[in-house]
């Protein structure tokens, strides 16, 4: 018998025919690689309008002695407006790599920008925190660790109340997280997980988008599983309203897919993951509670997004449907807002698109049928057996035999269908997997209970 199936995000890992699928293997690979590029490339800040009130001019790279002069004055000078001029020019300076060298080399000049990042002037410290996000831009490991003396104040000023200055510390860190394992480590007993969980319940769009980069950097770091995912605590995320701020997120992010043709995949991709990977812990209910997520509305919203992906990015499918899973696993609720919705047949044909998506969909398909009687009734007639005798056809057998307990579920609660099954020459469909091991018990007791009804 089906249990619904719920768990975290999975990572989905004859001469001609046989060139054929390895070059269809190499493309996916490739593929692949180029999204996760995209989701660990690094984030650079800049104010295009902060940039023409400069007077938009070169930056020009800085010798020691020019480092030293700007440093000093910033420190040292008579003038707010003298000071924070000279922090301007530092940060255009360390546009440049060589600078950005030149200003680690430099002994002190950490613990100055330090200084003034921990000043009680909030210009200055805009621009000190400004200098620090140029310098964690850079590629080098050694230009990241250099920065290390100011990860703790960073941290701190997350629970500020400048939503710009909150966003330009997170996408910081970020970029940090990226470039050194022991920034990393630093990190972590200084509290970045609680710091980072506590920005979830900020309103602003701006700082959960940074805040979704700078926790999937930290996530997808080479020693995450042993070092830092245990460490996450999804209890404290879920108690601070992680689930419905996610929710609202999701939301916006299909009325963003609908105004406008923006790229969204690098937000997409950490906010259906972290939702995926919340609705796997036992104490959350997705219905009612501080953590209720508003059925109908999410399943508006995501189905928006698989739209959206279908058309422009069909990797992230499979976290959609992942997401879908999850929500349907344990929610009758859920799945009465599928069926209400009329979100079946848009969800039926996604199966076309790979294996990987048609597993996906149809155990979807197969935790609403589990709920009973009354919801298979709403899944036929319609276009779901014809779909589901078409992917008989197939010849992966993971995508068959989720087709074949569905069908099972199907003939138990809803006779009609094990008729409908015969009619339609489903037995002749079946007998071509009758030799296959993995299938073999299926195949049989579909069979018997198709013929006994």
Not at 79 to 104: C, N, Y
Not at 196 to 224: D, F, M, N, R, W
Request: a negative charge; glycine letters at 6%; hydrophobic letters at 45%.
């Amino acid at each position: 018998m089906w249990s619904g199936r719920q768990g975290r995000l999975r990572p989905v890992g004859c001469a001609v025919e046989e060139l054929r699928c390895r070059w269809r293997e190499r493309e996916a690979a490739l593929r692949k690689a180029r999204r996760e590029q995209q989701l660990i490339s690094k984030r650079l800040l800049r104010d295009d309008a902060l940039e023409e009130t400069e007077g938009g001019c070169v930056a020009m790279t800085l010798g020691e002695a020019e480092i030293q002069q700007f440093l000093g004055l910033a420190q040292r000078g008579t003038e707010e407006k003298e000071r924070e001029k000279a922090l301007v020019s530092l940060r255009r300076g360390l546009q440049h790599p060589e600078t950005q060298q030149a200003f680690i080399l430099l002994e002190g000049s950490m613990r100055t920008l330090v200084g003034l990042l921990t000043s009680n002037q909030a210009l200055l410290q805009l621009e000190a925190a400004r200098c620090l996000h140029e310098l964690s831009h850079s590629e080098q490991s050694a230009v990241a660790e250099a920065c290390l003396p100011a990860t703790s104040y960073l941290l701190t000023y997350l629970s500020g109340h400048s939503s710009d200055f909150i966003e330009l510390c997170l996408y910081t860190l970020g970029n940090l997280i990226v470039e050194s394992e022991a920034v990393r480590r630093q990190l972590l007993p200084q509290g970045i997980v609680p710091s980072l969980a506590a920005c979830i319940q900020s309103p602003h769009l701006t700082v959960l988008e940074a805040l979704g980069y700078a926790l999937s950097q930290l996530l997808q770091a080479k020693e995450a599983p042993e070092a830092i995912i245990p460490q996450v605590n999804n209890a404290l995320l879920i108690s601070h309203g992680c689930l419905s701020t996610l929710g609202l997120l999701l939301l916006d992010m299909a009325g963003a897919v609908q105004r406008t043709d923006a790229r969204l995949e690098l937000l997409a991709c950490p906010v259906l993951r972290c939702l995926s990977n919340l609705l796997t812990e036992a104490a959350v209910e997705i219905v009612g509670g501080a953590n209720q997520l508003e059925d109908e509305r999410v399943a508006a919203a995501l189905f928006i997004l698989l739209q959206f992906f279908l058309q422009k990015q069909p990797s992230l499918l499979p976290e959609g449907l992942w997401l879908l899973n999850n929500l349907t696993a344990n929610s009758p609720s859920f799945c009465t807002s599928l069926l209400s919705m009329d979100l079946i047949e848009p969800l039926l044909q996604l199966l076309p698109v790979s294996n990987v998506v048609s597993v996906l969909v149809l155990t979807v398909l197969c935790n609403v049928a589990e709920k009973g009687p009354a919801y298979c009734q709403r899944l036929w007639p319609g276009p779901l057996l014809p779909c589901l005798i078409g992917t008989l056809a197939f010849s992966d057998t993971e995508v068959v035999g989720h087709s074949l307990e569905l069908l099972q579920l199907l003939f138990l609660y809803q006779p009609e269908t094990a008729e409908a099954f015969l009619q339609q020459s489903g037995l002749q469909v079946l007998e071509r997997h009758q030799e296959a091991a993995q299938l073999q018990d299926r195949v049989h007791a579909l069979q018997k209970t198709a013929l006994h009804r």
